[in-house]
């Protein structure tokens, strides 16, 4: 199973609102995002292939920047129960005036 994969049914326990970036234009008021930023496949000396390691943007959008930070603080809290978790990183949070979104940003690594 990809890591795209496992953050996916990860997330859908959390929320049914989590989709690929760019979300679909029929989404709700408040949902995710989410894209791999990097990643890389470790080496061992025995097998040679080792665990897959992705580092993924996951957004929140919304228009009530309360309901948006609680569901990012949810989802840190709760994707370090579901998947093999390493180091989740704070972005800045925004405001986009031309969609009037709020968005909450974190990254967060995800070995296989």
């Keep these: ?18 989709y690929p970036f760019p979300a679909p234009k029929d989404r709700p008021l408040l949902y995710v ?17 080792g665990a897959e ?30 998947l093999k978790v390493g180091e989740i990183t704070d972005n800045p949070d925004d405001y986009e005036a031309e969609t009037s979104l709020h968005r909450a940003s974190f990254d967060v690594t995800v070995w296989a």
């Design 53 to 82: 390691k992705g580092v993924f943007q996951i957004d929140v959008w919304g228009p009530k920047k309360g309901a948006v930070r609680e569901l990012a603080d949810r989802l840190k809290d709760d994707l370090q129960d579901l």
């Design 33 to 49: 995002t989410y894209q791999r930023a990097g990643g890389k496949q470790h080496a061992t000396l025995n097998s040679g292939t």
């Design 1 to 18: 199973m990809s890591l795209d994969t496992r953050l996916t049914a990860a997330a859908n326990t959390i929320t049914k609102a989590f």
